[in-house]
């Protein structure tokens, strides 16, 4: 078979955990044929084209920052018009190219292209439209863009389906399965004649991201039901949402084994608490994450945290209450604050209790106090002092780029407080920004 070498060669490093990973992304995969008529090319989101007698059928777009280069780089390999586009989720660094794509073909004298997709799909893209707000917002904070607008028009699927579709074009069979997991609208790709698994981001070389803080609903017990669904198959090559691919019938059962027991793991840990009448708080302070399988290489907390997937856990099962009585019906938070501060002497003391509680490691109570000191006095600058510093090394203790890019928002905005009370220019910390394309290219 040809299967690229340069590829392979990327593959077998990352394999082995010998790729410097900037930003928790990979950069600088090559673009090549990994089979004879599948080429993959690994670049924002990934994408897969399967060479069929009726056209090119594409998994997944990309994002509209990069659908050009992804484009040259395709018609590089083949010029046949694209018949369709498989959409394994709804996410925009998935399908965000297609407006652009579909221009392309039309300046081509090619037909239109086809996008196929799990039915939720549709209704995803009618939530974006309804939170384009907030959506513009988190996607700023979580990738560090300031002004960054998230869209607002999407190619909707020609084509929906639910469970599993068995399709043939152009003499190539495509096994298409609806599932959940990163998304509600997931759709993962087998491919029986070049025995492949095109899975979306239900792979992503990292802890699953079923716990993002900002985002809906996750769903880990389905997404580790999926991942043994695919385990059936026998696949020699999968291809995932982002990064390398994983080449060898013996590697893609281990990933695909490694990441859906971890998940079961985090699952019925969690269920164990909630079962046990344990709080959310509780229980994320309970559960023991399995280390062993966190240091793999495709499993590493780079981009969501663990942690987080036992919340998500608790609001699908458990609902929104936390099981602490106080926090049913709150006050106010600058109110509480308020008072927290007037028991602990005013702002000044308890922000020197907050530093003090950094100074001894404990950061997350550190955390707690001073956010009542602002909370209480938005314009003291030694609270906001004290919050950049507190939340600048909270940021460098933590590996998730989830963690890291709220830890940093927030020491970003008591930063522009205090150059807005004082003039004071706030220097950034060498090593602490990092390079807003990579943060963007996610994995």
Known sequence: ENLGAMLKEFADRAWAGDVVRKGGGFTGLPNQELKSKVWACMAFANVAAVDTAAGLVLIDGTSRLFEGGVWNALRKWN??????????????????????????????????????????????????????????????????????????????????????????????????????????????????????????????????????????QRYPREWAM??????????????????????????????????????????AQTLEGINGGKTLNEIRHSVKFPKELLAKPYLAPIY???SFIICNLWRLYAGWWDQNPSHLKPPKDTQLATEVCNGAGGVDKLTKQALALLNKGQLEVAASLIEF???????????????????????????????????????????????????????????????????????
């Open 304 to 306: 969501d945290d663990p």
């Open 373 to 443: 000191a602002v909370q209480a006095d938005g314009e003291s600058v030694g609270a906001h002092r004290a919050r950049a510093k507190i939340y600048g090394a909270r940021e460098k203790l933590e590996t998730s780029l989830m963690a890291q890019s709220i830890f940093r928002a927030t020491r970003f905005d008591s930063q522009k407080v205090i150059e807005k009370l004082t003039g004071e220019k706030v220097q950034e910390e060498e090593g602490n920004s990092q390079n807003a394309i990579l943060r963007l290219a996610r994995l």
């Open 79 to 216: 010029k046949k018009p694209i018949h369709s586009v498989i959409y394994t989720h709804g996410h925009i660094d998935h399908v965000g190219s297609l407006p652009a794509w579909q221009e392309r073909a039309r300046a081509e004298n090619h037909p239109a292209i086809r996008a196929i997709a799990n039915r939720e799909v549709a209704q995803r893209f009618d939530r974006y439209r309804m939170t384009l707000g907030y959506n513009s917002k988190i996607n700023a904070r979580q990738f560090q863009t300031p002004g960054f607008q998230w869209p607002s028009e999407y190619h909707y699927p020609d084509e929906t389906f639910e469970g599993i579709q068995l399709k043939t074009i152009g003499g190539v069979q495509f096994e298409l399965h609806t599932a959940k997991g990163e998304t509600d609208d997931a759709t993962w790709v087998w491919l029986p004649q070049l025995n492949t698994l095109c899975v979306g981001d239900l792979f992503i070389w990292a802890t699953p991201n079923c716990g993002n803080p900002q985002k809906a």
């Open 226 to 267: 999926a991942l043994r669904q695919m385990l059936t198959k026998d696949a020699d090559l999968l291809l995932p949402g982002h990064g390398p691919p994983i080449i060898g019938a013996d590697r893609v059962h281990q990933a695909l084994l490694d990441t859906a027991t971890l998940l079961e793991d985090i699952c």
